[in-house]
């Protein structure tokens, strides 16, 4: 979690009225002249202040696309209302419930009131505002609409939390399945077996091998189990600091698109991402380079970025985007096919808007699909597993009965 140096301006002061009577306080710098009018009607003038500089550390949280959804829906209806910038921001932080979107909101703020753009600003934490939030806003800022920038950003990460929401909430019961299972099992094997295994050994009888198998692995966990968590721990760390590297990011996206089946969703997802963000840019007035610009950029560090930035230098040659699409290597037929049309006919921008309609609908079939495929695969290892587990535990009360016939 990145932490982030933020300066508050405090404003002491001490103030007077007519009588005499003498008063002091504090407040922030941006609310001092609202502090000053109220003072006057009261009667209260100041006679002397000074500025603190008050440094403080604001741990950044990665915020949510719902977050962010709700967010941009939040400045879009108060900017389009006419509030100021700053104001919205202030009204936007004192109603927040995400603490580190109300502190970025708080910082951010700051810097506005300091005389910077509010896409300058919100580019200091791309940690809380992606990057793609951030370009749109300046896009808005440049064009005068930043209040209907703010809307369309509200529905596209709407969509993409939709989107992914839909697949975690569709594998929830075969994970909880599969870990309640293993845990049973486990207990079984590590406090109810051994009980059996203890008489069958007092009885000069011999263990069965698969008991002896499954018993000595559970041993093992039971003996081990703080090296083994420490271990996993470690290489979560590993892989944790690894993910960011280039190649390492390559590498892993090269196995995910070899991956039968899941290769196609991850296909679908990522021209998803082109089309929604496409359909914002060209909707919003922005030339086609510089929206595959931003578009490259939205889709990280990977094969599709590479792709991406291949078709920019195409079309920067003078290739039509399905050309230059097609030569990047983005090979889904149907896309290249209904951007070609969409070129021909002059509506690249309504075609876009189709695309992300259509993808949107295929993606969210294949993952509907793809959990239906994945819960028999729980349930078949589950029964094998609850199979093996069973007939390691049956095996003993056999060989007991055997004996005492």
Not at 372 to 384: A, C, D, Q
Request: net charge positive; hydrophobic share 45%.
């Amino acid at each position: 979690m990145p932490v982030v140096k933020a300066v508050d301006i405090i404003i002491k002061y001490w103030a007077i009225n007519m009588e005499g009577k003498k008063i002091k306080g504090k407040c922030e710098r941006y609310k001092f002249a609202q502090l000053k009018a109220s003072l006057r009607e009261e009667e209260y003038y100041i006679y002397n202040q000074s500025s603190v500089k008050n440094y403080r550390n604001v741990f950044l949280k990665k915020s949510s696309m719902m977050d962010i959804s709700v967010l941009c829906s939040q400045m879009s209806i108060m900017l389009g209302a006419g509030i100021p910038v700053s104001k919205t921001l202030d009204d936007l932080e004192k109603q927040c419930g995400n603490n580190s979107v109300k502190q970025t909101l708080k910082a951010v703020k700051e810097e506005v009131v300091k005389g910077k753009e509010l896409h300058e600003s919100m580019a200091q934490f791309k940690y809380v505002f992606p990057v793609f939030m951030v370009e749109m806003v300046k896009i808005g800022e440049e064009s005068g609409r930043v209040d209907e920038i703010f809307k369309k950003l509200s529905e596209y990460y709407e969509k993409c939390y939709s989107i992914i929401s839909s697949l975690k909430t569709s594998l929830i019961y075969p994970a909880i399945t599969l870990v309640v299972s293993i845990f049973v099992l486990l207990f079984l094997m590590v406090d109810i077996v051994p009980q059996f295994i203890d008489i069958i050994i007092s009885n000069g009888s011999e263990v069965p091998v698969l008991t002896k198998i499954v018993m000595y692995s559970c041993q093992f966990l039971r003996l081990h189990y703080i090296q083994i968590l420490a271990s996993v721990i470690f290489i979560g760390i590993i892989s944790y600091g690894f993910r960011k590297n280039c190649r390492v990011a390559d590498i892993v996206e090269n196995i995910k698109i070899r991956i039968p089946y899941f290769n196609k969703i991850y296909s679908d997802l990522m021209i998803f991402k082109i089309c929604s963000s496409m359909a914002i840019l060209v909707k919003s007035g922005v030339n086609i380079i510089t929206a595959l610009k931003i578009t490259s950029e939205l889709a990280g560090h990977g094969i599709m970025s590479n792709k991406m930035e291949k078709a920019i230098k195409y079309v920067e040659g003078g290739e039509s985007i399905c050309e230059a699409m097609s030569k990047a290597k983005i090979n889904d037929k149907l896309f290249l096919s209904l951007i070609n049309t969409a070129e021909n006919t002059g509506n690249i921008d309504v075609m876009f808007l189709k695309l992300e309609q259509l993808f949107g609908n295929k993606l969210d079939r294949c993952l509907k699909k793809m959990v239906r495929i994945v819960e028999p695969i729980i349930i078949i290892f589950l029964s094998l597993l609850v199979g093996i587990f069973v007939i390691s535990a049956l095996m003993p009360i056999f060989t007991i009965m055997e004996s005492t016939l």
